[in-house]
Nanobody, 114 residues
């Protein structure tokens, strides 16, 4: 059984930082890409970051480029999203997603507010 479990969300002031984690279990091997998405109230789910199986290639939409960084620890089967200089418009539920198999986590809420 494949499980993706996000953690690390919470309330943070503008300009602050958070690191989200996504613990992956049940996916055999380590040759799978991972992505982070987010969904704000009333908006569609948006791709935030991607990382390849080897952690070499990453891509970021313009809205978070230079502020967010995706990484992975294959030994721990965990993917991270480091978010810096957070803005109120980053408020959303953040989901990790394994495109291979189409698996999603339950999401973790990030709220940026003073």
């Amino acid at each position: 059984q494949v499980q993706l479990v996000e953690s690390g969300g919470g309330l943070v002031q503008p300009g602050g930082s958070l690191r989200l984690s996504c613990a992956v279990s049940g996916l055999t091997g380590s040759n799978y890409a991972m992505t982070w998405y987010r969904q704000a109230p009333g908006k569609e789910r948006e791709l935030v970051a991607t990382i390849t199986s080897t952690g070499i290639s990453t891509s970021f939409p313009g809205s978070v480029k230079g502020r967010f960084a995706i990484s992975r620890d294959s030994a721990k089967n965990t993917v991270y999203l480091q978010m810096n200089n957070l803005k109120p418009e980053d408020t959303a539920v953040y989901y990790c997603h394994a495109p291979r198999g189409g698996y999603w986590g339950q999401g973790t809420q990030v709220t940026v507010s003073s």
